[in-house]
């Protein structure tokens, strides 16, 4: 069964960091690019951070130089590391991946091979 599967969410101060992790079971990443989405009460889906086959990576203006995308093929799986965290990064956060494509176009994208069950993200002091 292929499935990508989200860890790492939880209740942080703002300022505070956390990593999350998006493994992959049952096909390999290698060819994928991968996606961080998260989606907040009220507002629309955003495309956080995405990363290609070759590394390339994409952030949204909005969390560009707080959030670190990274990949690990080996091991099958896709970090995003958080740190600076805000109130207002406060969502759901959760991975899809999608064959062939660019960083940019994934983040940009709504349509994806495969889509995670997502992890609670929330900042609140």
């Known amino acids: 069964q292929m499935q990508l599967v989200e860890s790492g969410g939880g209740l942080v101060q703002p300022g505070g960091s956390l990593r999350l992790s998006c493994a992959a079971s049952?096909?390999?990443?290698?060819?994928?690019?991968i996606g961080w989405f998260r989606q907040a009460p009220g507002k629309e889906d955003e495309g956080v951070s995405c990363?290609?086959?070759?590394?390339?990576?994409y952030y949204a203006d909005s969390v560009k130089g707080r959030f670190t995308i990274s990949r690990d093929n080996a091991k099958n799986t896709v970090y995003l590391q958080m740190s600076g965290l805000k109130p207002e990064d406060t969502a759901v956060y959760y991975c899809?991946?999608?064959?062939?494509?660019?960083?940019?176009?994934?983040?940009?994208?709504?349509?994806?091979?495969?889509w995670g069950q997502g992890t609670q993200v929330t900042v609140s002091s």
């Open positions: 990363i290609s086959s070759d590394g390339s990576s």
């Open positions: 049952g096909f390999a990443l290698d060819h994928y690019a």
């Open positions: 899809t991946a999608t064959y062939g494509t660019t960083a940019q176009a994934m983040c940009l994208s709504a349509i994806h091979n495969y």
